[in-house]
């Protein structure tokens, strides 16, 4: 079975500093994808950014990026230049290729922006 | 509507009662999803909806739990004989249809339904 860990419960970052949330998954499959999710204090998910597992580039949405490494089932989240609307939840989530397309989900880690 | 949208937003039942909660999916998505999120827990998936395939239920924490949806498009998630640990929010997300090549790959999330037994 797929599982997705997320390590740190909080993490703290100074207004436009860079911060990195740590996510590492389990899985015998070669094809997948993986994902950041954010959830603000309005419970609102919000997608951040995705990965398709069998993509060597790391995947970029303007002030977020990711660090993929495939061999090292790691998956880290980069938030560049942070913003106090950065504050919220964010969840690891990994995506089957095939078969039941359900979404396991990390803990999660919470982000705090200080001014 | 324009996205997800479920309800009741807040519902406060006593211990042993029955509740149902309604997610209305995004028009045109195939797939309907159920989560839960307890207290400063992760998302636990419960159920999976996808078109008319038998849906993969195997998150249901007990056999208390249950969910249909009806014609494709509305789900209902009914806890029976509620007990205090079901307090959570529970979340529904809806997509197009998933497939291996990349479709479906962004889920939309309600703003959840926060139950609170007590």
């Known amino acids: 079975a797929q599982t997705v860990t997320q390590s740190q419960p909080e993490m703290s970052v100074q207004e436009a500093e860079t911060v990195t949330l740590s996510c590492t998954y389990d899985?015998?499959?070669?094809?997948?994808?993986l994902f950041w999710y954010k959830q603000p204090p309005s419970r609102q998910m919000i997608l951040v950014i995705r990965?398709?597992?069998?993509?060597?580039q790391n995947a970029t949405e303007n002030r977020f990026s990711v660090n993929f490494q495939k061999a090292a089932k790691s998956f880290s989240l980069k938030i560049s230049d942070s913003q106090l609307g950065d504050a919220a939840m964010y969840f690891c989530a990994y995506r089957r290729y095939s078969g039941t397309y359900k979404y396991i989900f990390g803990t999660g880690t919470r982000l705090k922006v200080l001014a | 509507g324009a996205g997800v949208s479920q309800s009741p937003s807040n519902k406060v039942t006593e211990k042993g009662k029955d509740v149902e909660l309604r997610c209305d999916p995004i028009?045109?998505?195939?797939?309907l999803y159920w989560y839960r999120q307890s207290l400063g827990q992760g998302l636990e998936f419960l159920i999976y909806f996808q078109g008319n395939s038998a849906p993969d239920k195997s998150g249901l924490p007990s056999d208390r739990f249950s969910a249909e949806r009806t014609g494709g498009s509305v789900s209902t998630l009914t806890i029976q004989r509620t007990q205090q640990e079901d307090s959570a929010v529970y979340l529904c997300?809806?997509?197009?249809?998933?497939?291996?090549w990349g479709g479906g790959n962004t889920i939309y999330f309600g703003e959840g339904s926060w139950l609170t037994v007590v």
């Open positions: 997300a809806s997509s197009h249809t998933p497939t291996r």
């Open positions: 028009s045109g998505h195939t797939a």
């Open positions: 899985t015998s499959e070669s094809d997948y994808y």
């Open positions: 990965q398709e597992a069998y993509k060597q």
